[in-house]
C-alpha cells in the first residue's frame, strides 16, 4: 500500500521520503513489545522476499529482523531512559517525539548498514540514511495523526 500511495517519493531502494508502515512498525512495538516486533520482522521478510528488493535470502532475512527489531530496541531505550512505563500511561507528546527521532534514527542506520555491507545499488550514503530517517519521522507523524483523526471520530459517534 506505501508503494501504491507513495511511489512518486522514492528516493531509492527500501528508501522514501515519506514511509508509512514506519508509524506501524513502532506504533506496534510500543504496545505489542517483543511479540510485535517477531511479527514486523516475519512480515517485512516477506515482503522483503517477494517484493522489490532482490530476493536473496539473507538479504531480506536482515532487513527483516532490522525492520521489527530497530523499533524495539527503541522501545526499549525509551523505556529505560526517558521514564515511560511501560503500559505507556504515561507517555506524553514530547516523549513520543523522541520515541519517534530515535526510533528513525536507529532504523534508517541500521538499514543503510545493511544495504551497505550486502553491496545493494545506490544504498549506505548518509543521503539515503538521512532521506530514510525524514521519510521515517514523516510516516509515523501521519499515521499517529490519522489514528487520533480515527479516535476523534469515533468520540463523535457514541451516544450521548
Known sequence: MNDWLTSHLAYGLG????????GLRLFLTLIFGLPGAIGIALAS?????????????????????????????ARVFVLRNINILPDLSNLTLQNLVVCVLIFA???????????????????????????????????????IGLIKY?????KGFRPA
Open 45 to 73: 521478510f516477506m515482503i522483503c522476499y517477494f517484493g522489490q528488493f532482490p530476493p536473496e535470502l539473507i538479504t531480506c532475512i536482515g532487513i527483516g529482523l532490522i525492520s521489527g527489531f530497530a523499533p524495539y530496541l
Open 105 to 143: 534514527a536507529l532504523s534508517a542506520g541500521l538499514h543503510q548498514w545493511w544495504f551497505a555491507l550486502r553491496g545493494l545499488d545506490e544504498a549506505g550514503s548518509f543521503n539515503h540514511f538521512l532521506v530514510m530517517m525524514i521519510g521515517d519521522v514523516l510516516g509515523t507523524v501521519l499515521l
Open 15 to 22: 528508501v522514501n521520503w515519506i514511509y508509512l508502515p514506519a
Open 150 to 154: 480515527g479516535l476523534d471520530l469515533l
